[in-house]
Nanobody
Framework: QVQLVESGGGLVQAGGSLRLSCAAS????????MGWFRQAPGKEREFVAA????????HYADAVKDRTNISRDNAKNTVYLQMNSLKPEDTAVYYC???????????????????WGQGTQVTVSS
């Protein structure tokens, strides 16, 4: 059974930084694409960033691309999301997701993902 557990969320002032982590258990995820999504109250879940199985390809949403970095450590079965220059509009629950297909690329579409974590709250105060 694959489990994804996010951590690192919290309350931060505008302009601050956070690093979110997503630890996968149940099997190795070294050959699977991973992604981060977020959902603000009253809004649909939206794409934030994704990374291919090798880490060689990444994609970012336009809203975050200049201040966000996604990375992975396959030895630790962990994917990270470093967010800088945070804005109040970044406030949301952040979810990590895993693609079941081996050698999968970075995907923007949430329907490409098969496993989801429970989410971690990020709140940015103005």
């Amino acid at each position: 059974q694959v489990q994804l557990v996010e951590s690192g969320g919290g309350l931060v002032q505008a302009g601050g930084s956070l690093r979110l982590s997503c630890a996968a258990s149940g099997r190795s995820f070294s050959y699977n694409g991973m992604g981060w999504f977020r959902q603000a109250p009253g809004k649909e879940r939206e794409f934030v960033a994704a990374i291919s199985w090798s880490g060689g390809a990444t994609h970012y949403a336009d809203a975050v691309k200049d201040r966000t970095n996604i990375s992975r450590d396959n030895a630790k079965n962990t994917v990270y999301l470093q967010m800088n220059s945070l804005k109040p509009e970044d406030t949301a629950v952040y979810y990590c997701a895993l693609r079941r297909r081996y050698w999968s690329d970075a995907a923007r579409d949430r329907n490409e993902y098969d496993y989801w974590g429970q989410g971690t709250q990020v709140t940015v105060s103005s």
